[in-house]
């Protein structure tokens, strides 16, 4: 299983960033996938997360809902983070993992998940 995330970049505050998570050696519609983050000096919080296609549970963290979206395209195996009004404080590496207690189990905890992107930097200047 490989996790392979992307789309990370600089951007000034008010804009926008699109990531990708490619997945390889398991289907994105029949897992629970999730994005996290982690800030410099700071643990790894979660972000948003989506059930497999099922049920389609999503969940955002406080401090990006209306601003973040979580999505997937089954035909490309590939999940997304839509990040909109972007500012300083969303300043992370953003990683994608794999829930890994099935379709229908959606968590907000990382020790939920098994499967881990190699992280996609998002720096956001004010």
């Known amino acids: 299983v490989q996790l392979q995330a992307s789309g990370g970049g600089l951007v000034q505050a008010g804009g926008s960033l699109r990531l990708s998570c490619a997945a390889s050696?398991?289907?994105?519609?029949?897992?629970?996938m999730g994005w996290f983050r982690q800030a410099p000096g700071k643990e790894r919080e979660f972000v948003a997360a989506?059930?497999?296609?099922?049920?389609?549970?999503?969940e955002y963290a406080d401090s990006v809902k209306g601003r973040f979206t979580i999505s997937r395209d089954n035909a490309k195996n590939t999940a997304y983070l839509q990040m909109n009004s972007l500012n300083a404080e969303d300043t992370a590496v953003y990683y994608c993992?794999?829930?890994?207690?099935?379709?229908?189990?959606?968590?907000?905890?990382?020790?939920?998940?098994?499967?881990w992107g190699q992280g996609t930097q998002v720096t956001v200047s004010s």
């Open positions: 989506m059930s497999g296609s099922t049920t389609d549970y999503i």
């Open positions: 050696g398991l289907t994105l519609s029949d897992n629970t």
């Open positions: 993992a794999r829930g890994k207690y099935g379709r229908n189990f959606l968590s907000l905890l990382e020790r939920d998940y098994d499967y």
